[in-house]
């Protein structure tokens, strides 16, 4: 009995790691983090402690929740700046990741991704929040991010804030191990015409083209279309896995300031993508979203923001035939109505209050497969929120931010987000801070309503496993202590070491007796564990022309079940992390306009899940580089390279008896014109 | 899709909370006043910017001062190239004609030109909004780029005035040449 249920076991796991997977063909899986914290101080003196590009980047209107000088904000955030993704030669948001050090990017295949920070990169990766302007993009199905989906004409993003670390107080729900928060230019920043075309060994061919313009001098708009054409990743033997694809998006942004004081934006985006399946048959989605928002300054000290959105999704995708379930089809409608305000005042001269609400509304609508189904087709949830900070000035040179925030969601009830945070600025260009903070991961449809297979399909039990019924929320609650530096102008660096404790984790249970042969499975919360590690990043400007960076991240990870719990998975399932990243880059302006640029990386080996048992994905060097022309202010020719020092390498693993991909060197040569 | 806009009763109420007092344009200004603090940084004067060794770096403001204090507060005691920095404030450029930076606070269009020609080809470095007086000619122009504030350079107009603009500086702000906009 042991042993057939054992024997039963492997091939249940495979069976399950394999329709997760076939969900997450589709998907560049992920999850990352966020974004800003605190305001910092309004002092002059501040300003004056600021470098030129500092300053660029301040926001003087003070938009709230959005981070005034980052080396000041006592969290750990790394920010893209839209020029290092120019200059890095990423084609793609998931390749610009790879500028943070404190995430792990891991390329699974052609159009698939696994992106975390602080480790839990599983496939269904779930603990961060993704934004894009505001609008979350991480989808209720299982709390991850589709990566395929999201994308911008890169030209036009301004910059993305990477914070590692939980981001609960302010955004809620899913910023558990960090927040990526992508933030486009504005309309007026992106005037007149831009054509981008290329193409090479893995990026096929791509094109985009923007045109902006004024309606009159307050009010700016931009539109925008993009293609893309990706070549399949290969087997690790070197033929080709089948999974190319392409994608075409357009979108346009409007900016008004009809006042000093108010400021609007409305802007929307529509895609299509599709996408060849490694395990044959194809993959479609297609999505489009609208989202308004409208500022309003009242003085250096006080404003209030109001946003709004639309978010539709949809999603169709081959799920193959397994063991238990033939072939079938699964497609799911996403529909999200979000309203969010906040407003940020002072109270007498020390308190920094800044507190908003929202209300998300989502509509979930699932056509099953038989290798893939849900307990609910339509699902219809509300998500209620609210949050307060304060941030006391203790000292001159001391601040202290204390806020929660306070949700009620459909699944699990009321839950509560708190954080204290401590920032000390002993001298100019120099901050320590500390944090300690409480953040949850809600269940998603993928932990509560999993159906596998559709009831009836498999003999004997009706379902292998399912959706908790009781399934509760992951909680962490991590320390964290920081040091932010600037070594005049020309070196900063920062440190960001954390201690995560984590509670309820979820977990793959047998059905107690009578239940035959402990089936169906079903998610629990009996893991628990710690994290710790740190992130350290250098910026060093060694001489006008030549600018050097670089990146170390430790991660150790104790996960566990529960006493007098059990898992099926052995606490393996939740975490697929290297413990060691290095990460160095070059950036040259070499005589005659010409630009260099490396990247190296090493991403130390690490163990997954296959199937119950570890197995390991070894370390790898990896190596990009771009070399870029100007031959007038209006072109720029360049070529870039990516993953140069092998024919194909493998990033990640989605456990068999799916097969393994490796990702291939990429060359591929782009124009771009700006009139 | 039904939308509850019943929830919209909670802005209502939201926005009921008052504003505090404070003006929406010091808070920018006190950035540009860093800027301008910056700018001294990256650009190096000619000798005869200077009659002696020890002559203080004079910044001028012409017209009314938006700074407030910002200014005064981010140059105290701080030196540019070894030189004390004073501030200075006229309503007439004659007046300013000393200073190696000199910020236009006119907005009176009209008087453009006027202005500008007593800077002309003097080791000053001019300073002006894109949208105020000073416009055409002035070496730096600030400007808004929705909530945050940017600068164009023309490097063709430093070097009439004499002045070596660093590369760092000129990568950051956006580069438009006096010709070029006399074309248009």
Redesign the interface.
């Known amino acids: 009995m042991g042993q057939a249920r054992q024997s039963g076991a492997g091939i249940l796991a495979g069976a399950w790691n394999a329709s997760l997977r076939l969900l997450l063909l589709s998907l560049l899986a992920a999850g990352t983090a966020v974004a800003a914290d605190t305001a910092s101080s309004?002092d002059?003196?501040v300003?004056?402690s600021?470098?030129?590009?500092e300053?660029?980047?301040?926001?003087?209107?003070?938009?709230t929740r959005t981070p005034q000088k980052f080396s000041d904000s006592p969290s750990a955030v790394q920010v893209i700046t839209g020029e290092g993704i120019r200059r890095s030669g990423a084609s793609s948001i998931p390749e610009a990741l790879r500028l943070a050090g404190n995430l792990h990017v891991a390329q699974k295949g052609s159009h698939t991704w696994a992106i975390s920070a602080r480790g839990f990169n599983t496939d269904l990766a779930n603990k961060l929040l993704v934004l894009i302007d505001g609008r979350s993009v991480y989808t209720p199905l299982f709390s991850g991010v589709f990566w395929d989906q999201q994308d911008y004409l890169l030209e036009d993003i301004d910059r993305i804030e990477v914070v590692s670390g939980p981001g609960g107080t302010l955004w809620g729900a899913n910023a558990v191990n960090g927040v990526i928060n992508i933030i486009t230019?504005?309309a007026?920043?992106t005037q007149g015409l831009y054509l981008e075309g290329g193409g090479g060994s893995e990026l096929r061919g791509f094109g985009a083209i923007r045109y902006g313009g004024a309606i009159n001098s307050n009010v700016f708009f931009r539109v925008y279309g993009k293609y893309l054409n990706r070549d399949a990743a290969v087997f690790p033997n070197g033929d080709g896995a089948g999974d190319s694809w392409w994608m075409e998006q357009g979108g346009f942004r409007l900016?008004a300031?009809p006042s000093?004081?108010d400021?609007f934006t409305l802007q929307g985006d529509a895609y299509y993508n599709n996408k060849n399946l490694p395990t044959g048959g194809y993959s479609e989605a297609n999505g489009n979203n609208v989202l308004g928002r409208w500022t309003r300054?009242?003085?250096?000290?006080?404003d209030?923001s109001?946003q709004m959105y639309y978010d539709r999704t949809h999603l169709r995708n081959d799920v193959p035939a397994n063991d238990f379930a033939p072939a079938g089809v699964l497609r799911e409608d996403l529909?999200t109505?979000d309203?969010d305000?906040q407003?940020r005042?002072?109270l007498g001269e020390r308190n920094e209050i800044v507190w908003g609400?929202g209300?998300r509304?989502t509509?979930d609508i699932v056509d099953d497969a038989p290798a893939l189904a849900f307990s609910r087709s339509r699902l219809d949830q509300?998500l209620y929120s609210g949050f307060i900070q304060d941030r006391v000035a203790l000292l001159e040179n001391v601040w202290l931010t204390l806020g929660t925030k306070i949700e009620h969601n459909d699944y699990t009830g009321f839950e509560y987000e708190p954080s204290g945070r401590l920032a000390w600025v002993p001298k100019d260009g120099h901050t320590l801070w500390g944090a300690i903070s409480r953040a949850i991961r809600a269940p998603s449809r993928f932990d509560r309503d999993l159906r596998f297979p559709t009831p009836g399909a498999a003999p004997l039990v009706e379902n292998l496993l399912v959706g908790g019924t009781n399934f509760q929320s992951e909680t962490v609650i991590a320390y964290e202590l920081g040091y932010r530096t600037r070594l005049a102008?020309r070196v900063s660096g920062s440190i960001s070491a954390f201690y995560n404790a984590y509670d309820n984790l979820r977990s793959t249970s047998s059905s107690p007796p009578p239940a035959l042969f402990g089936l169906p499975l079903y998610f629990d919360n009996n893991l628990e564990g710690e994290t710790y590690g740190f992130e350290l990043s250098v910026q060093y400007?060694v001489l006008?022309?030549w600018r050097v960076q670089a990146n170390y991240t430790l991660l150790k990870e104790d996960i566990r079940v529960k006493s007098g719990r059990t898992d099926f998975n052995n606490a393996l399932n939740e975490t697929a992390d290297p413990e060691h990243q290095v990460g160095l880059r070059s950036s040259m302006?070499l005589p005659g306009n010409i630009e260099l640029d490396l990247g190296l990386r090493w991403i130390d080996s690490f163990v997954f899940n296959d199937v119950g048992t570890p197995a390991t994905v070894p370390d790898y060097f990896e190596l990009d580089a771009r070399i870029a022309w100007r031959p007038t202010?209006n072109v720029e020719l360049s070529i870039v390279g990516q993953n140069l020092l092998h024919d194909h390498h493998l990033e990640y693993v989605i456990s068999s008896p799916n097969p393994r991909e490796e990702i291939e060197r990429g060359v591929y040569a782009r124009i771009a014109v700006q009139w | 899709?039904r939308?509850?806009w019943a929830?919209?009763l909670?802005?209502a109420m939201?926005?009921l909370?008052c504003?505090?007092?404070?003006?929406?344009?010091?808070?920018?200004y006190?950035?540009k006043?860093?800027?301008l603090?910056?700018?001294a940084?990256?650009v190096e004067w000619p000798s005869n910017a200077f009659t002696n060794a020890t002559q203080p770096f004079r910044i001028g403001v012409l017209g009314d001062n938006p700074f407030g204090?910002?200014l005064a507060?981010?140059v105290r005691g701080e030196t540019i190239g070894k030189r004390e920095v004073v501030l200075q404030q006229s309503n007439a450029p004659e007046d300013l004609l000393g200073c190696q930076m000199v910020y236009i606070a006119i907005s009176d269009t009209n008087q453009a030109s006027r202005i500008l020609a007593h800077f002309n080809s003097r080791p000053v470095l001019t300073v002006a909004e894109l949208d105020g007086a000073g416009r055409h000619g002035a070496i730096i122009r600030f400007y808004?780029?929705?909530?945050?504030?940017?600068f164009e350079i023309d490097p063709k107009a430093a070097e009439k005035a004499g002045l070596k603009v660093?590369?760092?500086?000129l990568r950051?702000g956006r580069?438009v040449s006096e010709s070029a906009e006399a074309q248009q």
């Not at chain 1, 600021?50 to 590009?53: D, E, P, S």
């Not at chain 2, 660093?166 to 500086?169: K, L, T, V």
Request: hydrophobic share 40%.
């Open positions: 309004e002059v003196l300003f004056k600021m470098t030129l590009a300053l660029m980047d301040v926001d003087v209107t003070t938009v230019k504005s007026k920043e900016d300031e000093s004081q400021r300054v009242f003085s250096d000290t006080s209030f109001l529909h109505y309203l305000f407003q005042f002072y609400l209300y509304f509509r509300h102008d400007q006008d022309w302006d202010r | 899709m939308f509850p929830n919209l909670w802005l939201a926005l909370c504003p505090l007092s404070g003006s929406a344009q010091s808070r920018e006190q950035v006043a860093a800027f603090y910056n700018f940084q990256f204090d910002a507060n981010i808004r780029d929705g909530p945050r504030v940017r660093r590369s760092e500086m950051l580069i």
